[in-house]
C-alpha cells in the first residue's frame, strides 16, 4: 500500500472510509451514534471497573454522562429506538471513542459492524469472522493469528454440572472478567467449615435458592431493621454473602464436576480438535450439552464454508474477552508486533438488547476494529515487502 505521507489520523481515517465502503456493499448501513452517552449502560454492562477509563460528566437532572468508549452499545441503543427494532438490521461504523489507557491516546478511532436480528446464529458469526479478516486484509496483513472461543459452552456446562446458583454465577462472572477461577474451583474443593451462628437456620433456608430470593430476604430485614447497608455493604453484597455461606455449609463440590470444569478449561487447538475432546468431555461425565456443542460444530462448517482457514484457528475453552454481555462465540484477531491488543475484535452478545430495554429477545453479533494500531502494522508491512522486493 503506497499511499502518500499523511498525519497518521488521516491516513488513518482515509483507509476506514474505503472499509466502510466495502461493508456498505456488503449491506451493512452506516451508523452514526451521538458521541455523548448515559453513561449507566457501560457501568451495569461492561461493570463499575470501566469507571476509572470513562471521561465522565452530568447534565442538570443529575444524569450522569460519557464521552462513548466504544460503539457496540452506542450503536444497539439506536437501533432499538428505530422502526427496525426486533428486525434483522446490519450496521457498519467509524468514529472517534474516548478511553483512558494510561500513556496512550484517549481519543482514538474505531470502526466495525454489529448484526442485529439474525435468527442463522452459526451463519452470522462465520460472517463476522470473515467480515474481520476482510479488515486485516485490506490493511495489508494476511497472517493474522485467530483466537476464538465460546462462553456459550461454559454455561452449558455449568447447566449440565447442576451447580448451586450462587456458584454458577460466581464461575460465570470470573470467566468473564478473567480472574480468579481457579481460586473458586479450588475453594470448591472442600466444605468450609462454617461454625454455628445464630443465624445457622437462615443460612440452611437459603441453601441453593436464587440471587432474587435472596435478595428480597436479606432486603427485608434490612427494612425491618432500618438500616441500608452494613460496614460499607450494599443489601445485594450481603445477599450475595448470605448465599456464599450458605452453599458453603453444604461441602465441596463433588470431585467429578471438579474435574469435569477442569478438563473443559483445558480443551484448546484448532475447532475440529476442540470439538473432539468436547464430544468425548460430554459423553464420559453424561453431560446433556450436544444442543450448543451442535451449534459450535455448526458454526465450524460456515466458517470453512466462507473460506476461512479452521486449521490455522485457534480455539480455546478458557478464551474471553473480559465482558459480561458476551453470550457465545468470541474472537480476537493478532498481528505481531502489537503486544496484547487485538486488531479486531467481538462475539455474540444476544443477552445485551433485553439489558438496554427490549421487550424481547433480539440475537445481536458483531465487532470492532482498531483503526490506527491496525494502519500502523499495514504501513510497517507494506514498508518490510518493499524492502524485500
Not at 435478595?215 to 441500608?228: H, K, N, P, Y
Given at each position: 500500500m503506497n499511499e502518500p505521507a499523511a498525519p497518521r489520523a488521516t491516513g488513518s481515517a482515509a483507509w476506514a472510509e474505503v472499509l466502510l465502503s466495502s461493508f456498505a456493499q456488503a449491506g451493512y448501513q452506516r451508523a452514526e451514534p451521538a458521541i455523548l452517552q448515559p453513561a449507566e449502560p457501560f457501568l451495569d454492562l461492561s461493570g463499575e471497573d470501566i469507571r476509572k477509563s470513562l471521561y465522565l460528566t452530568t447534565d442538570l437532572t443529575g444524569e450522569e454522562l460519557c464521552l462513548r468508549p466504544d460503539l457496540t452499545i452506542p450503536v444497539a441503543r439506536d437501533y432499538l429506538a428505530s422502526a427496525r427494532a426486533g428486525q434483522p438490521a446490519g450496521y457498519c461504523y467509524l468514529g472517534p471513542v474516548f478511553r483512558?489507557?494510561?500513556?496512550?491516546?484517549?481519543?482514538?478511532?474505531?470502526?466495525?459492524?454489529?448484526?442485529?436480528?439474525?435468527?442463522?446464529?452459526?451463519?452470522?458469526?462465520?460472517?463476522?469472522?470473515?467480515?474481520?479478516?476482510?479488515?486485516?486484509?485490506?490493511?495489508?496483513?494476511?497472517?493474522?493469528?485467530?483466537?476464538?472461543?465460546?462462553?456459550?459452552?461454559?454455561?452449558?456446562?455449568?447447566?449440565?454440572?447442576?451447580?448451586?446458583?450462587?456458584?454458577?454465577?460466581?464461575?460465570?462472572?470470573?470467566?468473564?472478567?478473567?480472574?480468579?477461577?481457579?481460586?473458586?474451583?479450588?475453594?470448591?474443593?472442600?466444605?468450609?467449615?462454617?461454625?454455628?451462628?445464630?443465624?445457622?437456620?437462615?443460612?440452611?433456608?437459603?441453601?441453593?435458592?436464587?440471587?432474587?430470593?435472596?435478595?428480597?430476604?436479606?432486603?427485608?430485614?434490612?427494612?425491618?431493621?432500618?438500616?441500608?447497608?452494613?460496614?460499607?455493604?450494599?443489601?445485594?453484597?450481603?445477599?450475595?454473602?448470605?448465599?456464599?455461606?450458605?452453599?458453603?455449609?453444604?461441602?465441596?463440590?463433588?470431585?467429578?464436576?471438579?474435574?469435569?470444569?477442569?478438563?473443559?478449561?483445558?480443551?484448546?487447538?484448532?475447532?475440529?480438535?476442540?470439538?473432539?475432546?468436547?464430544?468425548?468431555?460430554?459423553?464420559?461425565?453424561?453431560?446433556?450439552?450436544?444442543?450448543?456443542?451442535?451449534?459450535?460444530?455448526?458454526?465450524?462448517?460456515?466458517?470453512?464454508?466462507?473460506?476461512?482457514?479452521?486449521?490455522?484457528?485457534?480455539?480455546?475453552?478458557?478464551?474471553?474477552?473480559g465482558l459480561d454481555y458476551y453470550t457465545g462465540f468470541e474472537f480476537e484477531l493478532h498481528g505481531s508486533g502489537n503486544g496484547a491488543e487485538p486488531l479486531v475484535a467481538g462475539g455474540r452478545y444476544d443477552g445485551l438488547m433485553t439489558q438496554l430495554g427490549s421487550s424481547t429477545a433480539i440475537p445481536a453479533v458483531g465487532f470492532s476494529i482498531w483503526i490506527e494500531t491496525l494502519t500502523q502494522l499495514g504501513r510497517s508491512a507494506a514498508i518490510g515487502s518493499g524492502s524485500a522486493a
Open positions: 483512558y489507557r494510561g500513556g496512550r491516546a484517549s481519543e482514538f478511532l474505531q470502526a466495525g459492524i454489529e448484526s442485529f436480528g439474525r435468527q442463522d446464529r452459526a451463519a452470522a458469526d462465520a460472517e463476522m469472522l470473515a467480515l474481520g479478516l476482510e479488515a486485516t486484509s485490506a490493511f495489508g496483513l494476511n497472517n493474522v493469528e485467530i483466537r476464538t472461543g465460546d462462553v456459550a459452552l461454559f454455561n452449558a456446562l455449568l447447566d449440565g454440572l447442576d451447580l448451586f446458583p450462587v456458584w454458577r454465577r460466581r464461575l460465570i462472572k470470573d470467566f468473564n472478567r478473567k480472574i480468579s477461577l481457579e481460586q473458586d474451583i479450588e475453594h470448591l474443593t472442600v466444605a468450609t467449615g462454617l461454625s454455628q451462628h445464630e443465624y445457622q437456620g437462615v443460612l440452611a433456608a437459603l441453601a441453593g435458592s436464587d440471587r432474587k430470593a435472596a435478595l428480597a430476604l436479606v432486603t427485608d430485614l434490612m427494612s425491618i431493621a432500618g438500616t441500608t447497608n452494613v460496614g460499607g455493604r450494599t443489601v445485594a453484597e450481603i445477599a450475595d454473602r448470605f448465599l456464599e455461606q450458605s452453599t458453603l455449609k453444604g461441602g465441596g463440590l463433588p470431585r467429578e464436576k471438579r474435574e469435569a470444569i477442569r478438563r473443559f478449561l483445558a480443551i484448546s487447538g484448532d475447532p475440529d480438535d476442540a470439538l473432539a475432546q468436547l464430544r468425548a468431555l460430554a459423553a464420559d461425565a453424561k453431560l446433556d450439552i450436544s444442543s450448543t456443542i451442535d451449534q459450535f460444530e455448526s458454526r465450524i462448517g460456515f466458517m470453512a464454508a466462507r473460506g476461512i482457514d479452521t486449521a490455522r484457528t485457534r480455539f480455546s475453552t478458557s478464551f474471553g474477552r
